[in-house]
């Protein structure tokens, strides 16, 4: 089955850096023309939006995480990443990709024959 699989998360101290990365579990899927994006969800928080991009590279970010963090597509738009420096105790979360016409957020669905959700967990120790 073909997923959309999240990693490079982990456990670093205050001020560190992350790069999550985000790519279908089959080479080849493009994102083709929708926006994507990093949503992110702490236990007992809601989901948050941090930050999106658009087919033709316009980016967006939560407010909480501007001017720490860098997101990015390659050029063939196959590979999402997230560029988190700086990071705070309180990014600590799971950290999801998905494209928000998919309307999954922080939740696991399937939309365009693929599984979205599953997550990488990022934790920041003060």
């Known amino acids: 089955e073909l997923r959309m699989v999240e990693s490079g998360g982990g456990s670093v101290q205050s001020g560190g850096s992350l790069t999550l990365s985000c790519t279908a579990s089959r080479s080849g899927f493009l994102f083709e023309d929708f926006d994507m994006a990093w949503y992110r969800q702490a236990p007992g928080n809601k989901c948050e939006l941090v930050s999106s991009i658009s087919a033709d590279g316009t980016t967006t970010y939560a407010d909480s995480v501007s001017g720490r963090f860098t997101v990015s597509q390659d050029n063939r738009r196959t590979t999402l990443s997230l560029q988190m420096d700086n990071l705070r105790p309180e990014d600590t979360a799971w950290y999801y990709c998905?494209?928000?016409?998919?309307?999954?957020?922080?939740?696991?669905?399937?939309?365009?024959?693929?599984?979205w959700g599953q997550g990488t967990q990022v934790t920041v120790s003060s």
């Open positions: 998905a494209a928000p016409s998919a309307g999954v957020g922080c939740s696991r669905g399937y939309w365009r024959g693929m599984y």
